[in-house]
């Protein structure tokens, strides 16, 4: 069991930076392969990134490849996702999740989640 805690979020200019971060609890955070995953208004919600469990891969969505970096700290149990050169578009709820072991990206095969962070892009 992980319990996940999205923290970063905010209001932020077309343009600008935030760093996301989601703290987690409970054993063995280094067997787990972490994902970010958003949800703007009336949307479904969607893969953003993924770090395997070792951070030896990531995977992007395209939107954002290039934009946002996931990384991880093992030791500090936090994940985290920097976001650069933001749109409008970026706006939404994001939300940091875990399995373990294999890297995915589909939502359906994460097993725990957070509660989710708001980040508004004004333009």
């Known amino acids: 069991q992980v319990q996940l805690a999205e923290s970063g979020g905010g209001l932020v200019q077309a343009g600008g930076s935030l760093r996301l971060s989601c703290a987690a609890s409970g054993r063995a955070f280094s067997v787990y392969t972490m994902g970010w995953f958003r949800q703007a208004p009336g949307k479904e919600r969607e893969f953003v990134a993924a770090?395997?469990?070792?951070?030896?891969?990531?995977y992007y969505a395209d939107s954002v490849k290039g934009r946002f970096t996931i990384s991880r700290d093992n030791a500090k149990n936090t994940v985290y996702l920097q976001m650069s050169s933001l749109k409008p578009e970026d706006t939404a709820v994001y939300y940091c999740a875990a399995r373990k072991w294999r890297t995915v990206t589909s939502l359906n095969e994460y097993d725990y989640w957070g509660q989710g962070t708001q980040v508004t892009v004004s333009s």
């Open positions: 770090i395997s469990f070792g951070s030896e891969s990531t």
